[in-house]
Nanobody, 126 residues
Framework: VQLQASGGGLVQAGGSLRLSCAASGRTLVEYVMGWLRQAPGKTREFVAAVSRTGGTTYYADSVKGRFTISRDNAKNTVYLQMNSLKPEDTAVYYC????????????????????WGQGTLVTVSS
């Protein structure tokens, strides 16, 4: 599966952005999907994951209550709605997919997704 992330940009603190991840090559419903991010000088970290049907979601504590992951399997697209953005949310955001594990697995194993998109930069100014 190929993943194409989009929707990043520059936003002021307190603002919102919605990231999209379009999948091609395979049917999205086969995959657990996730969003991860990497800030400058830091290691990549888990942000959110969603089960194949969209019925179960997981979030990092740092984004819980502010970010929402969702998916539209008919459109082969996963979204990350980001509200109340903070300067510490500044990072390159990556979407990722895996066919073999459950969504719960990735909060503790964020780098073990099988497929990755190219990343989209989110910059939050103070």
């Amino acid at each position: 599966v190929q993943l194409q992330a989009s929707g990043g940009g520059l936003v002021q603190a307190g603002g919102s952005l919605r990231l999209s991840c379009a999948a091609s090559g395979r049917t999205l419903v086969e995959y657990v999907m996730g969003w991860l991010r990497q800030a400058p000088g830091k290691t990549r970290e888990f942000v959110a994951a969603v089960s194949r049907t969209g019925g179960t979601t997981y979030y990092a504590d740092s984004v819980k209550g502010r970010f929402t992951i969702s998916r539209d399997n008919a459109k082969n697209t996963v979204y990350l709605q980001m509200n109340s953005l903070k300067p510490e949310d500044t990072a390159v955001y990556y979407c990722a997919a895996d066919v073999s594990r459950t969504a719960a697995y990735y909060s503790d194993h964020p780098n073990e997704f099988d497929y990755w998109g190219q990343g989209t930069l989110v910059t939050v100014s103070s």
